[in-house]
């Protein structure tokens, strides 16, 4: 971590350290929490339909969710012992990055106590890689996470407009009501976020939100129902399940893990790049790493889903730059007190998935500038745009063509850990390609762009 001026008022909630007034922390954190919630919550509600789960376990996942995004969030804010976590503006929480591979392995027949195995086995390797990563970090040059972040951007834009839509599945689906609320809600962030000042601005996304809902209301969107029959307080259980470490679940998530790795180091350095302005040290994407790997460890043992940056909320980042310290611990005591007393959670489980859409399909645009902006940083050679054209040609074209990996005579492991998602391939593909392709020289770069400045200067002229 880098050293920096200590300054409080306002302007401190633009720099790490110092005390922003907690009239202006708390809109910026709270639509971290209203961004972030559905989506943290939705892969343990899933995985709960595949399990078959009743009430009380459903509830147990939710919970567990919850307390593990507030310790890796925590960790990431404050990176306590050198080693673990980043020190840096992320939010880390349950996310759909290891879902297609949950849900692959559920839908084989394999328990719930061997999928937590296989996931206190895989953190165990995130670990190791993040402690590693000194030794590995020639693999990700600038033009490799700039195509991963790039990716990640682009991957997330389905996700956005199906909650805009309603949600699949559910009656809202592509209904007049779901754009209608959806809209409203994207209009007033984006008018906020362009042409607000102060809090409003900072806080675009929160009170979008806060409009979107209260728009919704008419269509009968909001249910709290379910808020009369949460527990009022709950202590998570340990080892709620027997654990079992099947080989090939553990070899499975053994290679997720380091794939989301990749993913986390393009979240953390796409949230650096847009919100301060630099890219983020070694020490604090090994910590990050660290962190994230730990933190599903202990999921592993309290019967939770392991954890991940969260690309939504990097969007935000970039969006309103605030980046001290103290938001992302309101944002992590949140998350625990939802965590502990769960009819918060129910409460906040109802935002409408309209709502949720609208006011984060923007930020997702900000991710995948961000990634542009990263692998263009050397300038856009020939070596560059075939990295990038190609990677993300097989990622976002394996991710597109469902299936594609799941043939007759096609090893399991293989569509679940690449077929799942776009973001594996596109990170495998620009990791070879970096290795295979020459370097280009920095005086044939310097000759080329020489020769587009002369040719943008020359040519306005000879047309006269």
């Not at 209203?34 to 009380?56: C, D, E, H, K, R």
């Not at 979008?208 to 808020?227: C, L, Q, R, Y």
Request: overall charge neutral; aromatic content about 8%.
């Amino acid at each position: 971590m880098t050293q920096e001026t200590v300054t409080n008022g306002t302007e401190a909630l633009f720099t790490r350290e110092g005390m922003p007034p907690v009239k202006e922390m708390i809109p910026c954190a709270l639509q971290h929490v209203l961004a972030s919630f559905a989506g943290i919550i939705t892969p343990a509600v899933i995985m709960a339909g595949v399990y078959g789960f009743n009430s009380q376990q459903s509830t147990d996942i939710i919970q567990v969710a919850l307390i593990l995004s507030a310790i890796d969030t925590a960790l990431q804010a404050f990176a306590p012992f050198r080693r673990i976590g980043g020190g840096l503006p992320i939010v880390m929480g349950v996310s759909f990055a290891f879902l297609p591979a949950l849900q692959a392995m559920g839908a084989s027949g394999f328990s719930f106590g061997a999928l937590l195995g296989g996931e206190i086995v895989g953190g165990a390797v995130a670990v190791l890689f993040g402690l590693a990563y000194s030794k590995i970090k020639w693999l990700f040059p600038p033009v490799v996470t700039g195509t991963v972040i790039f990716s990640i951007g682009v991957s997330l834009y389905p996700t956005a407009v199906k909650y805009m839509a309603g949600g699949m599945g559910t009656p809202l689906w592509g209904t007049p009501q779901a754009w209608c609320v959806a809209l409203i809600t994207f209009a007033v962030v984006f008018a906020l976020a362009n042409f607000g000042k102060g809090t409003l601005k900072l806080g675009s996304v929160f009170f979008g939100m806060i409009v979107g809902m209260i728009v919704s209301i008419p269509f009968g969107m909001i249910d709290f129902s379910s808020v009369a029959t949460a527990q009022v307080f709950a202590l998570p259980k340990l080892m709620p399940y027997a654990l079992e470490f099947d080989p090939e679940v553990c070899i499975t998530l053994a290679v997720v893990f380091p794939m989301v790795a990749i993913q986390v180091i393009g979240d953390v350095s796409a949230a650096c790049l847009g919100s301060i302005d630099r890219m983020p040290t070694e020490r604090e994407l090994s910590g990050a790493i660290v962190s994230q790997g730990l933190t599903s460890m202990v999921g592993g043992l309290l019967g939770g889903l392991p954890t991940s940056a969260l690309g939504q909320n990097v969007g935000i980042i970039c969006s309103n730059k605030v980046v001290n310290k103290w938001v992302f611990v309101i944002i992590a005591a949140v998350f625990a007190i939802a965590g502990l007393f769960p009819q918060l959670s129910a409460v906040l489980s109802a935002i409408p998935q309209p709502v949720i859409g609208g006011a984060t399909v923007g930020v997702f645009g900000t991710i995948t500038m961000n990634g542009v902006r990263m692998f263009t940083r050397e300038g856009l050679t020939q070596r560059t745009t075939t990295i990038v054209g190609t990677s993300v040609v097989f990622g976002l074209g394996i991710w597109m063509a469902s299936g594609c990996l799941a043939g007759e005579g096609m090893p399991t492991w293989v569509s679940t850990v690449i077929g799942s998602n776009a973001v594996t391939p596109t990170a495998i593909m620009a990791i070879v390609l970096n290795l295979i392709l020459p370097q280009t020289p920095v005086v044939a770069q310097h000759i080329d762009a020489a020769k587009d400045a002369a040719v943008d200067l020359v040519l306005p002229e000879s047309k006269k």
